[in-house]
C-alpha cells in the first residue's frame, strides 16, 4: 500500500504564490511510479492539474495552469513538488497528490490515478 500526504495549502491573495508537496510512503512505493496534481470544488468533477513521469521527462500541464504551475519531484525523498505562482481566485480547491505504478504521466492526465492523498485546501482571495 502507498500512502502520500499532502502539505502547504492555505490562504494567500491573487498574485501570489504558495508551494504543495506530496510525501509518497509504503512498502510497495517504488520506480516508475508517475506522480500528479488534481483538483476539486464543491459542486464539480475532480480536474487534472499537472502530472510528471518517474524520471521527469515527461511533464503535463492542463490549458488553465500552463505558465504558472511547476511540477517537479525529487526521487530521493519520495516526495512531488506544484509550484503554483500568480495565483488566481478560480484556483481555490482542494488539490490532490496522485500516484500510480502502472499508467503513464499522460494516462494519468486523463484517467486519474490508483493512489490519493486525503487533500490540502488552496484559498486564492481576490
Known amino acids: 500500500q502507498v500512502q502520500l500526504v499532502e502539505s502547504g495549502g492555505g490562504l494567500v491573495q491573487a498574485g501570489g504564490s504558495l508551494r504543495l508537496s506530496c510525501a509518497a510512503s509504503?512498502?510497495?512505493?517504488?520506480?516508475?511510479?508517475?506522480m500528479g496534481w488534481f483538483r476539486q470544488t464543491p459542486g464539480k468533477e475532480r480536474e487534472f492539474v499537472a502530472t510528471i513521469s518517474w524520471g521527469g521527462g515527461n511533464i503535463y500541464y492542463a490549458d488553465s495552469v500552463k505558465g504558472r504551475f511547476t511540477i517537479s519531484r525529487d526521487n530521493a525523498r519520495n516526495t512531488v513538488y506544484l509550484q503554483m505562482n500568480n495565483l488566481k481566485p478560480e484556483d481555490t480547491a482542494v488539490y490532490y497528490c496522485a500516484g500510480d505504478p502502472i499508467r503513464t504521466a499522460q494516462r494519468m492526465s486523463i484517467q486519474g490515478a490508483d493512489y490519493w492523498g486525503q487533500g490540502t485546501q488552496v484559498t486564492v482571495s481576490s
Open positions: 509504503g512498502r510497495t512505493f517504488s520506480k516508475n511510479y508517475a
